[in-house]
């Protein structure tokens, strides 16, 4: 596969920035800093799988930033049984997004990878996630400046998997999609959103859950180094 690849496009969440656990952690201070008596986990275990149903209908454009940013925090809460006022919800909100690119986890073998594959390959980011958080997400983590550069949903006006930010960032990047790969946990936004439009792919199934056998996956990071 490497012999024709000269640039590989990372999406962020979940793929390189640990954001289960970065987002687990940002609950934690903000229920005690907003004085909300709600199991951590308890609410995680309700919040993941709706927020995940969010982005999907924020990808498809069917819900605002804001819809989002609100609605998640108010199904959970709603799905847990707990009464939280508007008021407090929004306040949750502009708080989650506020520490949320304060925490620096990233996935094992994060920086092992990146250094290996700085030296042979020019790096990108495609990312779906609100511009703002997304800088600090980097920053905080030292991740910065391992890549060339970085392509967000807002910049574009669009959402992975709509090719429009696929054609942008490799425009951005002066890439070809022939001689281009797009690491990333989703497989409808990275990686068929990738493959859509002619690039290689390598589906980031940190989980460890898909059975899909038509792209190339794994489920370490530090495994491309095999593939790359």
Known sequence: MNSSIKHVFFDLDHTLWDFDKNSALTFEKIFKLHNV??????FLSVYEPINLTY????REEKVSKSALRYG???????????????????????????????????????FETLDYLK????????????????????????????FETVTNSEMVGVKKPNP???????????????????IGDSLEADIEGAHN????TIHFDYKNQ?????YN?????KTLFNHL
């Open 37 to 42: 008596n709600a199991d951590v986990n308890t």
């Open 55 to 58: 982005w999907k209908l924020y």
């Open 72 to 110: 998640r925090l108010k199904d959970a809460f709603d799905a847990i049984s707990m009464h939280v006022d508007d008021s407090t919800i929004n306040q949750l909100s502009d708080a989650y997004i506020e520490y949320l690119s304060t925490f620096n986890h990233l996935f094992d073998g994060t």
């Open 119 to 146: 030296k042979k390959y020019t790096l990108h980011i495609i990312t779906n996630g609100f511009e703002e958080a997304q800088e600090k997400k980097m920053a905080t983590s030292n991740i910065r400046h391992y």
């Open 164 to 182: 429009k930010i696929f054609n942008f960032a490799l425009n951005l990047a002066n890439a070809k999609a022939s001689e281009s790969i797009m």
């Open 197 to 200: 439009i002619g690039m290689k």
């Open 210 to 214: 898909s059975d899909s056998i038509k």
């Open 217 to 221: 996956r794994v489920t370490e990071l």
